[in-house]
C-alpha cells in the first residue's frame, strides 16, 4: 500500500524480543494483545475465549496465574491455542517459575516486587531455561512506596524511574528479553510517561490506557491515548483494555491500527453518519455488512454513502464503493469507477458477494506471485 508524505509514521527504533513465535519490536508488526477474564483453573472456558480472541484477529493473550491450580492449567491452555500466551504474575515467585514451565511464552512480572534478588535470579533461570520473554508491567495505580513518596504522586517521571528500576533488576542478571509497559488511566499520565521512556532506552513498549472504561468510553480513550503514540511512532505491541469481552478489546485494537494505516486485516468500511439526502437505510446496512463480513481476514476497502454528494470521492480510494441514487437505484464502482447500478433489494447480499469476490481475487493473486517467488527461488 502506498502512503502519501503527510501520512507517513516514523517508528521509534527498538530492540527486537520473541514472545513464542512472534516478533516484537524493532521492525515486526505492532501486535494485538488481550486478557482473559475467566478463571484460569477452568482450562476449558479459558480456552474457549482465547479461540473466539483468535478469531478475531488476537496476536498475543495474557492469562492471570494467581494460584499453583491456575499454573497447572496453564499447560492444557497453552497446548490447545494457536497464539503465544503471557503469564500475568504479581508478587509469588513460584508462579512464575511454574508458568514458564508450562509453557508460557511471556512472563508479566515486576522484578522488584518478585522479593530476594535470589529469587529474581530464580525466575530470570526459568525464563532463559524455557525460551520465555519477560513483560515489565508498571501502573500508575500500583507504584512502589518509594517512588510515591519521593513525588507525591503518580507521574511521568515515577513510572519511568519504575520501569527503569525493575529493568535493572534483570539486566543485572544478563537477562535482556523484556518488554515494558507503564500504563495508567489518566491519557495524558500513560502517553507522558510513554514519551518520557521512550526517549531513554531501546527496550520494546507494551502501549495501553489501564482501566479505560467500557466499550464506548474505554474505546474513545483507548483512541486517543494509543492513537497518539502510535502516530508519534511509539509502540510494538498493544492492549486496549475495555470492561467488555475480549474479542472486543481485539476488535478496537485493530481499527486504531487499521485507521493509521498501520497493519490491515479484514474489511475496513467507510460509511457517512447519514442525512435525509440518503438514497438507502446507511445506519442499518452498514451495521449488517459489519456482521455479515466480520469472517474475512484479507484486507479490503469498502465505502458506503448515502448520496452522490461524497459517494463518488469516496469510491475513488475504495476497492468497492456504494453510493445511493435516486429513484431506488444505486450505484457500484469497482477500483474508484462506475460499474454497476442495483435496486434495494438484495442490496446487502451483492454487495457480500463482491467483496467476497475480490477476496478470492486477491488470494488467487497472491497464491500466483508465492507460487512463482518459490520457482524462481528454486532456480
Known sequence: MSYRPYQMITRRKSRQ??????????????????????????????????????????????????????????AEICR?????????????????????????????????????????????KAARDHGCSIRIGVNAGSLEKHLLEKYGEPNPEALVESALWHAAHLQD????????????????????????????????????????????????????????????GI???????????????????????????IRHRGVKIISCPSCARQGFDVIRTVATLEDRLAHIETPVTLSIIGCVVNGPGEALMTDIGLTGGGAGRHMIYAAGKTDHTIDEAGLVDHVVALVEGKVAQIQAAEAVAKAEAAKQAAE
Request: glycine share 8%.
Open 235 to 261: 509502540g510494538d505491541t498493544m492492549r486496549v483494555s475495555l470492561s467488555a469481552e475480549p474479542e472486543e478489546e481485539v476488535h478496537v485494537g485493530w481499527e486504531i491500527l487499521k485507521s493509521l494505516g
Open 17 to 74: 524480543i520473541m514472545v513464542g513465535k512472534v516478533p516484537v519490536g524493532g521492525d515486526a508488526p505492532i501486535t494485538v494483545q488481550t486478557m482473559t477474564n475467566t478463571p484460569t483453573e477452568d482450562a476449558a472456558a479459558t480456552i474457549a475465549q482465547i479461540r473466539r480472541a483468535e478469531v478475531a484477529g488476537v496476536d498475543i493473550v495474557r492469562v492471570s496465574c494467581p494460584t499453583p491450580e491456575s499454573t497447572a492449567a496453564l
Open 173 to 232: 542478571n544478563d537477562f535482556h528479553e523484556f518488554k515494558i509497559s507503564v500504563k495508567a488511566s489518566d491519557v495524558f499520565l500513560a502517553a507522558a510517561a510513554y514519551q518520557q521512556l521512550a526517549e531513554v532506552c531501546d527496550h520494546p513498549l507494551h502501549i495501553g490506557i489501564t482501566e479505560a472504561g467500557g466499550k464506548r468510553t474505554g474505546t474513545v480513550k483507548s483512541a486517543v491515548g494509543l492513537g497518539s503514540l502510535l502516530w508519534a
Open 80 to 124: 490447545e491455542v494457536n497464539v503465544p500466551i503471557v503469564a500475568d504474575i504479581h508478587f509469588h515467585y513460584r508462579r512464575a517459575i511454574e508458568a514458564a514451565k508450562a509453557g508460557a511464552a511471556c512472563l508479566r512480572i515486576n522484578p522488584g516486587n518478585i522479593g530476594s534478588a535470589e529469587r529474581v535470579k530464580e525466575v530470570v
